[in-house]
């Protein structure tokens, strides 16, 4: 018998029995495999869903259980904002930059708001309000929240601004849990047959299509026949040290992975019998110094005393320009107006304070005339609203002048800057994986962050959007799989 790799495809004709049989295979049990689970059933599809740990879960349960939805939804409109189709999926464009799929950012816009129905219907609970100002997630039961870059720079003028984080009706932090378990039941009275404690180790091709998969149980290699298609649902590649090395190697700037058993897995295997992975060098992180949201009325500046940012944007999209900056550290600029201790969580430590910026930049240890001057040049054009090097918005763009002052530090090394990759398996609409040609490989769908989806650019990212692309595209990878 041929050996049984991760890295190649094994072939049908040497399986020497089928231990399972069925039409849809999912490899994976997060919020992905769950939504394309209900779908395949829904189609009167026969599925198996493989799950390596012990339970669901994967990235979508540490999640705060926020999803990015937009173009006029029930809170929106309560809340008084006319978001368009258009403007969502502009915005949706633009946070791609320069790795965006417009096909998905085109087809998640048309269909969000039957998306967002498709949710209530399977039982997740929205209360429907708005709860204004800048939040990480909300720690009551608040549905919509500003959870990206809308109302900031360049965002903001090529796309009309509304919120569009909606978060599942719980109490608290960790949202995603409840989500999970939701639809997970839902899975479940449907008929999806669940096996945990099965890890997926190789593809079976017959030819060139892809027509199961091989599980590990109980140290058992067993045979999965899938008539319709496999459907992979592993997350991401943040604890594959050496993936990272070879595709993300800026990632090791920052010290604290999200996941849950995201090896890359599904990227190999896909990769394995041919599919494409790309934009594998992208990453979202971020540092929490929203809280308290006083501190994006601050300064960013790095080593050299000079800002690199609009602060008034996502705090993910600050974190990871903060990443791009030489030094191993940045500092957070505050006066006694805005300044608040941070969380302890964010490992964020006070620098250097002063009565003056000089003696601010003083005991920074920085050139004379360097930080000083950058907040000469801001506050001096703060106060007349404006902010001709990087558009930080009027209200959140105010001078920093009632002394003393404090520079926070944000050390790469120690502060909680959390990370997890965004690259994958190339993907169309329909779920389907793609080769380098960009033609379907037969058999074979995937979702979720094991594939590059609509958060492909750490630079754009916006809370909502990994469990907008997993639930939205499982759900079409599940509806192709059973077609």
Same mark, same amino acid.
């Given at each position: 018998?041929?050996?049984?790799?991760?890295?190649?495809?094994f072939?049908?004709?040497a399986?020497?029995?089928?231990?399972?049989?069925?039409?849809?295979?999912?490899?994976g049990?997060?919020?992905?495999?769950?939504?394309?689970?209900?779908?395949?059933?829904?189609?009167?599809?026969?599925?198996l869903?493989?799950?390596?740990?012990?339970?669901?879960?994967?990235?979508?349960?540490?999640?705060?259980g926020?999803?990015?939805?937009?173009?006029?939804?029930?809170?929106?409109?309560?809340?008084?904002?006319?978001?368009?189709?258009e %403007?969502?999926?502009?915005?949706?464009?633009?946070?791609?930059?320069?790795?965006?799929?417009?096909?998905?950012?085109?087809?998640y816009?048309?269909?969000?708001?039957?998306?967002?129905?498709?949710?209530?219907?399977?039982g997740?609970?929205?209360?429907?309000?708005?709860l204004?100002?800048?939040?990480?997630?909300?720690?009551?039961?608040?549905?919509?929240?500003?959870?990206?870059?809308?109302?900031?720079?360049?965002?903001c003028?090529?796309?009309?601004?509304?919120?569009?984080?909606?978060?599942?009706?719980h109490?608290?932090?960790?949202g995603?849990?409840?989500?999970?378990?939701i639809l997970?039941?839902?899975?479940?009275?449907?008929?999806?047959?669940?096996?945990?404690?099965?890890?997926?180790?190789?593809?079976?091709?017959d030819?060139?299509?892809?027509?199961?998969?091989?599980?590990?149980i109980?140290n058992?290699?067993?045979?999965?026949?899938?008539?319709?298609?496999?459907?992979?649902?592993?997350?991401?590649?943040?604890?594959?040290?050496?993936m990272?090395?070879?595709?993300?190697?800026?990632?090791?700037?920052?010290?604290?992975?999200?996941?849950?058993?995201? %090896?890359?897995?599904?990227?190999?295997?896909?990769?394995?019998?041919?599919?494409?992975?790309?934009?594998?060098?992208?990453?979202?992180?971020?540092?929490?110094?929203?809280?308290?949201?006083?501190?994006?009325?601050?300064?960013?500046?790095?080593?050299?005393?000079?800002?690199?940012?609009?602060?008034?944007?996502?705090?993910?999209?600050?974190?990871?320009?903060?990443?791009?900056?030489?030094?191993?550290?940045?500092?957070?600029?505050? %006066?006694?107006?805005?300044?608040?201790?941070?969380?302890d969580l964010?490992?964020?430590?006070?620098?250097?304070?002063?009565?003056?910026?000089?003696?601010?930049?003083?005991?920074?240890?920085?050139?004379?005339?360097?930080?000083?001057a950058?907040m000469?040049?801001?506050?001096?054009?703060?106060?007349?609203?404006? %902010?001709?090097?990087f558009?930080?918005?009027v209200?959140?763009?105010?001078?920093?002048?009632?002394?003393?002052?404090?520079?926070?530090?944000?050390?790469?090394?120690?502060?909680?800057?959390?990370?997890?990759?965004?690259?994958?398996?190339?993907?169309?609409?329909?779920?389907?994986?793609?080769d380098?040609?960009?033609?379907?490989?037969?058999?074979?769908?995937?979702?979720?962050?094991?594939?590059?989806?609509?958060?492909a650019?750490?630079?754009?990212?916006?809370?909502?959007?990994?469990?907008?692309?997993?639930?939205?595209?499982?759900?079409?990878?599940?509806?192709?799989?059973?077609?």
């Amino acid at each position: 018998m041929p050996d049984i790799s991760m890295v190649r495809p094994f072939p049908a004709s040497a399986v020497p029995q089928w231990d399972f049989a069925t039409d849809v295979a999912i490899i994976g049990f997060g919020a992905t495999g769950a939504c394309a689970a209900i779908e395949a059933r829904t189609a009167g599809a026969r599925v198996l869903l493989f799950e390596r740990s012990s339970g669901s879960g994967g990235a979508s349960a540490l999640s705060g259980g926020e999803i990015y939805i937009g173009g006029g939804t029930d809170a929106q409109r309560a809340a008084g904002f006319d978001d368009t189709v258009e %403007d969502f999926t502009a915005y949706l464009k633009l946070a791609g930059g320069p790795c965006v799929d417009e096909a998905k950012c085109e087809l998640y816009g048309r269909e969000a708001l039957d998306h967002y129905q498709w949710l209530k219907d399977q039982g997740v609970p929205y209360r429907g309000n708005f709860l204004p100002g800048k939040h990480i997630e909300p720690t009551d039961d608040s549905t919509l929240i500003w959870s990206g870059s809308e109302a900031a720079a360049p965002f903001c003028h090529a796309a009309r601004p509304a919120p569009r984080g909606h978060v599942i009706q719980h109490v608290g932090w960790g949202g995603g849990r409840p989500l999970v378990n939701i639809l997970e039941a839902r899975a479940r009275d449907l008929g999806t047959e669940f096996h945990c404690d099965a890890r997926a180790v190789a593809l079976i091709t017959d030819g060139a299509r892809v027509c199961g998969a091989v599980v590990r149980i109980d140290n058992t290699n067993r045979f999965v026949r899938a008539t319709k298609g496999v459907v992979l649902a592993t997350g991401g590649f943040v604890f594959n040290d050496a993936m990272r090395r070879k595709y993300c190697p800026d990632s090791f700037r920052v010290n604290s992975p999200i996941g849950d058993k995201d %090896d890359g897995i599904g990227i190999e295997l896909g990769v394995s019998v041919g599919g494409d992975a790309i934009h594998m060098d992208q990453f979202f992180t971020t540092c929490p110094w929203t809280m308290p949201e006083s501190h994006a009325y601050g300064v960013f500046v790095n080593r050299a005393g000079q800002r690199f940012i609009n602060e008034d944007c996502y705090h993910g999209r600050v974190s990871r320009c903060a990443v791009d900056q030489d030094g191993g550290k940045v500092y957070l600029l505050l %006066d006694m107006a805005h300044f608040v201790q941070p969380l302890d969580l964010a490992g964020i430590t006070i620098a250097g304070t002063g009565n003056t910026w000089e003696e601010v930049e003083a005991e920074l240890d920085m050139a004379p005339g360097t930080l000083s001057a950058t907040m000469a040049v801001y506050n001096t054009h703060a106060r007349a609203g404006r %902010d001709p090097l990087f558009d930080k918005q009027v209200p959140i763009l105010t001078p920093l002048d009632q002394a003393p002052f404090v520079a926070l530090e944000l050390n790469f090394a120690t502060s909680y800057f959390s990370f997890f990759t965004l690259g994958g398996l190339r993907t169309s609409t329909d779920g389907e994986v793609l080769d380098r040609q960009g033609q379907p490989i037969a058999g074979l769908y995937a979702a979720g962050r094991c594939t590059s989806g609509l958060p492909a650019w750490g630079h754009g990212y916006s809370s909502g959007m990994s469990l907008a692309d997993c639930t939205f595209f499982g759900r079409q990878a599940g509806k192709a799989a059973a077609a």
